[in-house]
Each structure stands twice: as C-alpha cells, then as structure tokens.
C-alpha cells in the first residue's frame, strides 16, 4: 500500500497562508486645488512643484514646471494575512488519527470539534483539509487517512458532517472558519505510475477507467459540500484543488490529466460556487532561488527566475492547451535554506512570481509549509 510522503503527513505544522494582495501604486491626474488640497491633507501624500530636472520652484513664471505626487504606501494591515493549517488528523499518528474516514465516530467527531475551536480562537481562519484517494476496496484495518477511489456513500456523509461542523465554528473574537479541500492520488489513483496506454496506479487501471473514478469523486464532493453555508451565510468550502504540487515535465501523465479532467473540474466547481484550483511547487533550494545567471534554453522567460521552474513550465502548458489558469498562485514552498535566512528566500519567490505572472490577482507564493525537527526549521 502507499506511502505518504513526509511532507503531507505533518498534521499540526501551521501553513503561513499569505493572502497579499499585490500593492499597486498609480500617478493621479490632479485636476482642480479641492482635489489637490484633498490629498495634501492625507499625512501619506507629499506634493511638490518641480522644474524638469526635479528642482523645487516657488513661482509659476515658467512653462517648465511639473506636478511631483508622491504617495506613501502604508504597510499591509494585519487583516491581510491570514492563518491556516493544514488539517487532517487529530495527533501525530497519521495512520491511526485521520479523520475523514471515521468522522461518523462521535469520539472522533467531538474531538475535530475541539480542535477546531481551540484552532479558531488561536487565530487561525482557514483549514485546508486533503483527501487522500487510495482504492475502492479498502480494508478497515488500512491506515485511516487512506479514502476510497472513487469516494464511498459513507465517505461522502463524513466529509458532508465535517463541512458542517467547520461551518459551526465562530472564534472568540467573531471570525468564522473557511475550508479548502486538496485531492491527493495514490496507489489505484495514482495517475503518475504507469502509462495511460496501458493502465495506471497500481490497481491496473485503464486511462478510461481512472478518469471515471476520478470524475465521480470530484464531482460527489462538489455537489456534497456546495450547498453548506458558514454562520456568515456565505460558502463554507471556498476552494477545491484537484491536484497539489502540479508539475508538468516532471510528473507522469501530469499533462493528460490536466486535459481530460480540469476542464470538467473547473466547470462544475464554477456552476456549484466553488472556487477550482491548483496548487504548484516551487523549486526551493537557496541556490536555485538566488540564481541570477540561470539560463533556460526552452524558455527565456524565467532566465534569473529558477524558482518558477517547474511552474513556469505548469502554466505554459495551460495556456498553449486552453486550460484556466487559477487567478491566485498558489504553492507548495520548502525553503532549503544553507547560508540565507528565510525572508530573503521567500521575498525572492514573490519577485519571481510578480515578475511572471504580474496579472495575476494575488501574485504571491500562498502555502508556505516548514517541516519541523528536532533540530529546528529544515
């Protein structure tokens, strides 16, 4: 049976969830003095009269003169960042504490419910819950985080309960809980092993066939989940990824099932009021973030961009095959630090980002995951 990676299994690592929207500063054509008086009187706006070689004047006998607005940005407010966690199991034993698959237990129920609570008041906003679709028969004995492929009726109710007790969830101080969810493949959903010639996952499957159990388990979470409304009386569940960690050229058959199942995916999440997505991976090593002679031959436009690597090449094969690209960039980001300090590595990822992608409506690295030993931060 499969393996999880270390990275998804740390259930209680807090994901820094940077929702920053990229600040944009414009040079206003001031028409009229109320207008100029108006903004001289914000303590954020400095206004000069300027000849062309920027000098100040104090008279208006020239032609040379110049309007000089200056505007300060503020710093972001503390309402601009929010915290999440990545949420799936209620102790450190992934095996024996993941909570979807039991969810009907009440012992289990009451527990997430706790958590949850303590979660919220603690300060966090978002919980991003992953699915981990593994095979349609799996034995009681397999570890919990294990789902069935496609979603079982059972499955569905918990995830259904689950959405409904997020959406319960209101902090001590007002705020209400949002809930992503992530589809994981693994084993018989393991559209990266094998050939979509021949079969796929480790349960034999044809092409044919993944794609169907994969339609169906999307779409019984979408419509299983879309009409629950948080005590704001807004969407609980405001995101579905169907597939974290996206890298075309680097994962196999990553490019058909972007074709054969984004499409449908992204229509049906749209039609339900569900934000689709994707996440990506950003390269993380220091070296290669602070790379600024790095050249690639197949496409120029991330020379001194590596970090963007497998992303660049991700989102190119969206746009050449007519697939929509998330409006928010999101990523995984393990930052391998050697010599740099953190702030460093990530403000470089933003600059590559804004760089590449400046159109885009938070163009900003949005999952942030540190992995924790003992030893530290690595």
């Not at 058909?256 to 996440?279: C, R």
């Not at 980001?333 to 885009?360: A, E, H, I």
């Amino acid at each position: 049976m499969p393996k999880l990676n270390q990275r998804g299994i740390i259930s209680q690592v807090l994901v820094l969830i940077l929702l920053v929207a990229g600040l944009v500063a414009a040079l206003l054509l001031i028409k009229n003095p109320q207008t100029i008086r108006s903004k001289a009187d914000n303590n954020q706006t400095q206004i000069e009269i300027v000849d062309n070689a920027g000098d100040p004047i104090t008279t208006t006998n020239t032609q040379n003169v110049k309007l000089k607005v200056s505007y300060v940005l503020p710093p972001p407010s503390l309402s601009e960042y929010k915290i999440g966690v990545n949420y799936h199991a209620t102790g450190s034993n992934f095996d024996n504490t993941a909570f979807l698959r039991v969810y009907n237990d009440p012992s289990v129920r009451a527990t997430v419910l706790s958590q949850l609570q303590s979660m919220a008041n603690s300060g966090v906003s978002i919980i991003k819950t992953t699915i981990w679709l593994v095979s349609p028969n799996l034995p009681s004995s397999s570890p919990k985080w294990e789902m069935g492929f496609p979603l079982s009726s059972q499955e569905l109710q918990n995830i259904r309960q689950y959405t409904q007790d997020v959406a319960s969830i209101q902090a001590k101080d007002g705020h209400h809980l949002d809930l992503y969810f992530n589809f994981g493949w693994l084993w018989c959903a393991e559209f990266a092993t094998g050939s979509i010639t021949t079969t796929v996952g480790h349960c034999n499957f044809t092409w044919p066939q993944f794609i169907d159990k994969a339609k169906q388990s999307y779409t019984g979470l979408i419509n299983n989940v879309s009409d629950i409304k948080g005590l704001d009386g807004q969407k609980e569940v405001k995101m579905i990824y169907l597939d974290g960690e996206v890298m075309v050229g680097a994962k196999p058959n990553q490019e058909n099932f972007l074709t054969d199942l984004y499409p449908d995916f992204v229509s049906k999440a749209n039609a339900a009021g569900i934000t689709p997505s994707l996440y990506f991976l950003v390269v993380g090593e220091e070296a290669s973030i602070l790379d600024n002679g790095f050249t690639d031959g197949q496409y120029p436009a991330i020379n001194g961009h590596k970090s963007m690597f497998w992303i660049y090449r991700s989102t190119e094969f969206m746009r050449k095959n007519n697939l929509p690209i998330p409006n928010r960039m999101d990523y995984s980001f393990y930052p391998n630090k050697v010599s740099s300090d953190y702030p460093t590595l990530v403000k470089r990822v933003m600059s590559d980002t804004q760089t590449l992608y400046p159109v885009k409506k938070y163009p900003f690295p949005r999952l942030i995951f540190f992995l924790i030993n003992p030893a530290g931060i690595v």
